[in-house]
């Protein structure tokens, strides 16, 4: 009798044990009911999944709270729009929908010509959220347009406005101070009462403190498209750190995967240096899909004594932002100027330093960034027989590891 009581409560016990576990599968697969959607470029992590864990969840609200730690800054807003529409038939929710756009500064081979241009916000995170408790009531991403569109449903107090992140599904873009903050941009507060389906509009100014954050966004997008359509497969999450008037330096991380952009502190900027930008996302590419055992440290374009594995780094990451822009000319703005050089010459701009026949040797990253250009484009000189595109020099970076025999 005792006997057949333990093993009743035996299998009670792993009959709790197995539904315990259903439950958490289908709490997992359903994902608390998320209705997000993983964007266009593949990456490995939907957004679902990245630094935000819903720590409330209120079944039938159709609401989150995300425990990670914002940082909104309503600054900069141009051209906001909102208005009414007449609903021809009936829907099930609210919605807010309209188009997103950041301003980013034009630069030359000498600096910020002083001119800015409009651009799509692509790929990001929006979120409708409720003024008076900061609940996120719904979330999407903005399309390859920047437009967005969310239906969400209100049950307590009217009152939400629309929050664009830095973030998409494999980038986002941090504060530099507290590693934690996302950089976001919200926009005025509108009465959700009055209507059934608004339109907010938001262009982010160079003058926002988040504006650099969204073109840092921007540039690594294209970053992340070029390197798709290479590995054909997911790319681990990138995070870059930025803040304006931050003393973090510029470089690549490979402990984390993380880019780091200079925010000011020395008077040198890099968030609108789309060319730095993508120079450090080429020591991602190959700190994730090839071997890189540069020492780091200081490097300079003239200098030929560099450590061959500092020059192959720097080099490869230089004809890497080339290759993504299809040009071969690097700038980096330093206040009203600009230190340029274009690998083809190669030569350095604004300068008699001769970059041609300074640049040489293996131990130079000037040398290894033009050799890799040859190979790549299709102006040929003399010396250049080579029109290989990127395909041809992918097929042998990430798949031709020679390993050190012991
Ligand atoms: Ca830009
Ligand atoms: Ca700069
Ligand atoms: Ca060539
Ligand atoms: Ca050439």
């Known amino acids: 009798m005792k006997a057949n009581r333990a093993t009743f409560f035996r299998y009670l016990y792993l009959i709790t044990i197995l539904l315990f ?8 697969r359903n994902g608390g009911g998320s209705s997000e959607t993983v964007i266009g470029n593949s990456c490995v992590a939907p957004l679902s999944v ?10 039938g609200r159709n609401e989150y709270r995300f425990n990670y730690n914002i940082l909104a800054k309503l600054l900069g807003y141009t051209n906001f729009e909102l208005k009414r ?3 021809a038939f009936a829907q099930t929710g609210k919605s807010i929908s309209g188009s997103i ?24 995170a929006v979120e409708v959220v409720r003024n008076s408790d900061s609940i996120v009531l719904s979330s999407s991403t903005t399309d390859s347009s920047g437009r967005y569109s969310i239906q969400f449903t209100n049950t307590d107090t009217p009152g939400v406005y629309i929050r664009v992140i830095s973030e ?4 986002l873009i941090k504060n530099s101070v507290s590693g934690n903050a996302i950089h976001a941009v919200i926009s005025p507060i509108i009465n959700d009462s009055a209507g059934e389906s608004f339109i907010i509009n938001m262009d982010i100014a160079v003058s926002s403190e988040a504006g650099g954050a969204f073109n840092i966004l921007d540039v690594l997008t294209d970053g992340m498209t070029f390197l798709s359509s290479l590995t054909g497969t997911p790319q681990p999450t990138l995070t870059a750190f930025w803040e304006k008037n931050s003393c973090d330096g510029t470089y690549f991380e490979s402990l984390d995967n993380s880019i780091h952009l200079l925010g000011g502190c020395s008077g040198d900027t890099d968030e609108y240096d789309d060319d730095i930008i993508l120079h450090e996302f080429g020591h991602y590419a190959s700190a994730n899909f090839s071997r890189d055992d540069s020492p780091g440290g200081p490097h300079s374009l003239g200098d030929n004594t560099e450590d061959i594995r500092l020059a192959w780094s720097e080099g490869w ?31 350095l701009f604004a300068s008699s330093f001769d970059l041609d026949s300074s640049s040489i040797y293996t131990t130079n ?9 040859d190979i790549f484009d299709n102006t040929n000189e003399a010396f250049d027989a080579l029109s290989l595109g990127i395909n041809s020099i992918w097929d042998i970076f990430p798949g031709y590891l020679i390993l050190p025999t012991v």
Request: aromatic share 12%.
């Open 21 to 28: 576990l259903l439950l958490i599968i289908y709490g997992c």
């Open 50 to 59: 990245m630094n935000k864990e819903k720590s409330t969840y209120q079944a």
């Open 85 to 87: 529409k007449n609903i």
């Open 101 to 124: 756009r950041y301003d980013d500064r034009v630069y030359d081979n000498t600096g910020f010509t002083g001119g800015t241009e409009l651009k799509p916000v692509r790929f990001a």
């Open 168 to 171: 998409t599904d494999c980038v």
């Open 317 to 347: 990451a230089h004809f890497f932002s080339s290759a993504i822009r299809g040009n071969p000319r690097q700038v980096d703005t330093i206040l009203n100027s600009a230190s340029s050089f274009e690998m083809e010459g190669p030569s």
């Open 365 to 373: 990253e000037v040398a290894a960034a033009a050799v890799l250009w």
